[in-house]
């Protein structure tokens, strides 16, 4: 079975431009969270999506928005990029929000 | 204070030594992960625990809810258990997906 899919793997942005970025979770679950991961930090919560319905933002800004699909794919959009949006995306799947199965993330760079 | 604290940061081992990394809370939590990470950023879950002890192959886990405290150990290690082993916390009454984060400890096994 495929794990948890992250596309795009690599991503570099300007300042002042956007991205999205898009997770499918493992076949059956239904719940995705997405994480950033600074160099040398851990992993802090950005959104956690169950059945389609925002169930937890962590301490971002208004800059970072996300979406989960009927098919419970979900993407994290995040506008007007700033430097230290750098980082690793990270999503995770469960099937009933406890037990996470973490997809290999996006970097994305922002120069 | 991080809510969730590790220790060591960094750790250097012989093979075949017996490996201890430690967690500390100061939230109530519900379930605590252990997470190994590898150079490139995918993480794995090793053990999802919130008693007791949990065993799986050379990989030990054990937590202390009463003194907040949590450690993972590594019985004979191994060259390729270099990986960065993250601990983190289901904060108790939170949203499920909001997964608290140490910042994590490198450990690097030499032959």
């Known amino acids: 079975d495929a794990g948890v899919t992250q596309s795009p793997t690599h991503l570099i942005k300007t300042r002042g431009q956007h991205v999205t970025l898009r997770c499918s979770p493992i076949?059956?679950?239904?719940?995705v969270s997405w994480y950033q991961q600074v160099l040398g930090q851990g992993p802090q919560f950005i959104f956690q999506?169950?059945?389609?319905?925002?169930?937890g933002r962590g301490n971002f800004p208004d800059r970072f928005s996300a979406r989960q699909f009927p098919n419970y794919s979900s993407e994290l959009n995040v506008n007007a990029l700033l430097l230290g949006d750098s980082a690793l995306y990270l999503c995770a799947s469960s099937l009933d929000a406890w037990e996470q199965y973490f997809g290999p993330g996006t970097r994305l760079t922002v120069t | 204070k991080n809510e969730v604290e590790q220790s060591p940061q960094n750790l250097t081992a012989q093979e075949g030594e017996f490996i201890t990394i430690n967690c500390s809370y100061s939230v109530g939590i519900s379930a605590l992960h252990w997470l190994q990470q590898h150079p490139g950023g995918g993480i794995v879950s090793l053990f999802m625990l919130s008693s007791g002890k949990k065993k799986h192959g050379r990989l030990i886990a054990t937590i202390n809810i009463q003194e907040k405290h949590s450690s993972l150990h590594i019985t004979a290690s191994h060259p390729r258990d270099s990986a960065v082993y993250i601990c983190a916390a289901h904060n108790y009454g939170g949203s499920q997906g909001n997964l608290i984060f140490g910042k994590g400890t490198k450990l690097s096994v030499k032959p």
């Open positions: 999506y169950y059945e389609k319905e925002e169930r």
């Open positions: 076949s059956g679950h239904k719940s």
